[in-house]
């Protein structure tokens, strides 16, 4: 795999990163399993490696820190902090309060004395951004954490973030994490070249679309999930926009098929090739998983195949807007003078 500059920082990085949110109890509860799926992805190449300190309640930190036991220094190491710990409401979010603690927590689970890449894991409508910042500049400041980032922030709050790094003197996010895929191209409009704009590097995750582009659910197949079975609105089979998600992945099959790779090798390549991500984060759960996901880095899809896609999913298109986790805050019902 060729690397990539992460953003301007300087870290040179894989353009695949490999999320570990399916190892532990979410996914593969067997940490040995887990743990020779992550030794097999650093001996391919990759160098990247994320998780976040509620996967598996800490226990996929856990699995990654013994992952990495000796191999420390050739990784480029990133978790996230912000989502509910437990019921205590001080257990979550930006708060300084809680980054304080939830750092030595990951620090702990990982075996390590730094973090090179600290994310917040969502954007906060109850806390200030300088007070996230400010606490996370701090952490630097101590050697703690080398490099801070973001996770599924809308356009104008990694523009706000930005802001107030530079008006407080504050460590500035050199990176933002948002979902993208042939079915989720929203950021295409806003989001991507906003963080190009700032010289910021970008992470994708769910480059298969959550299965959709797997090959996992597809017309007429007994897998694929029902309203009942998986009751959110992304995996309804009953909604006009799932039903078109299910013909599009047709359509991406048949032209994958056509040119000699694979659905995934499609999905992944597809993200990768934007001149503005850095690296496509997978999350395989399973050795196979791992190895049908690894060679999509190698491909390069022509004009033609572009062209296709963006026949299927016009840029800057989110093909069901539930696949959104990001920028939906102005429309929550609240934000618009409605009681219900």
Not at 77 to 84: D, G, H, R
Not at 138 to 149: A, C
Not at 227 to 234: I, L, N
Request: proline share 5%; with cysteine.
């Amino acid at each position: 795999m060729q690397n990539r500059m992460l953003g301007r920082t300087g870290v040179s990085v894989s353009p695949l990163c490999l999320g570990t949110m399916m190892f532990g109890p979410w996914g593969n509860a067997d940490q040995a399993d887990s743990i020779r799926i992550i030794h097999r992805a650093l001996d391919v190449g990759i160098n990247f490696v994320d998780t976040a300190d509620v996967y598996s309640g800490g226990e996929s930190e856990q699995i990654v820190g013994k992952a990495l036991s000796g191999r420390r220094d050739d990784v480029v190491l990133a978790t996230k902090f912000f989502m509910p710990m437990d019921e205590d409401p001080n257990h979550r979010g930006g708060s300084r309060r809680w980054i304080i603690r939830s750092v030595e927590d990951s620090l702990r689970r990982l075996g390590t004395d730094h973090i090179d890449l600290y994310q917040v894991h969502r954007p906060s409508q109850d806390t200030g951004i300088e007070e996230t910042l400010g606490a996370l500049t701090d952490l630097v400041r101590q050697g703690k954490v080398r490099y801070i980032g973001s996770s599924s922030y809308a356009a104008s709050q990694i523009v706000e973030a930005q802001w107030a790094a530079r008006d407080r003197r504050l460590e500035r996010l050199v990176t933002e994490q948002p979902p993208y895929s042939i079915m989720v191209r929203g950021i295409e409009s806003d989001v991507l070249p906003t963080a190009r704009r700032h010289g910021m590097g970008i992470l994708t995750y769910s480059p298969l679309g959550g299965g959709w582009l797997s090959g996992r659910w597809r017309k007429d197949n007994a897998g694929t999930p029902t309203s009942a079975a998986r009751p959110k609105a992304r995996f309804d089979m009953t909604s006009e926009a799932n039903q078109r998600k299910l013909e599009i992945a047709e359509n991406l099959a048949v032209l994958a098929e056509q040119h000699g790779m694979t659905l995934i090798d499609l999905a992944i390549a597809f993200v990768i090739n934007h001149p503005a991500v850095t690296s496509a984060i997978i999350g395989p759960r399973t050795m196979e998983q791992l190895e049908s996901q690894l060679t999509g880095a190698d491909v390069r899809l022509t004009p033609e195949v572009l062209d296709r896609i963006d026949e299927l999913v016009a840029p800057g298109v989110t093909v069901n807007a539930d696949d959104n986790s990001y920028g939906q805050i102005e429309l929550d019902p609240s934000a618009r003078r409605r009681s219900y």
